[in-house]
């Protein structure tokens, strides 16, 4: 699933655990950061949450793990759908 940060950039959502968010971004975040982004497709909706940590993958990208702030039931159920 496409997400687009607050700061512009695109990134792409891996997998949602729970309350946790995987996904690849163009740049780093230190811990605790927080994020906002949207969701582009079908539904586009706005998120936010704090950064656990982020890594470097082989393609120069990031792999950021964070956990939402506001994150309703019926959010989560579209996040899980796209992700499929």
Known sequence: MKLRLATGEE??????EGNLLTF???RAFAPGAPIRFSTL???ERSFEGRTIG???VEDGRFEVRMRFVNLRREDREV???ELR
Do not use: N, Q, V
């Not at 990134?11 to 949602?16: H, K, L, N, P, S």
């Open 24 to 26: 690849l971004s163009p």
């Open 11 to 16: 990134g792409e959502a891996t997998a949602i």
């Open 79 to 81: 996040l899980l759908r």
């Open 41 to 43: 497709g079908e539904a």
């Open 54 to 56: 982020s890594k470097r």
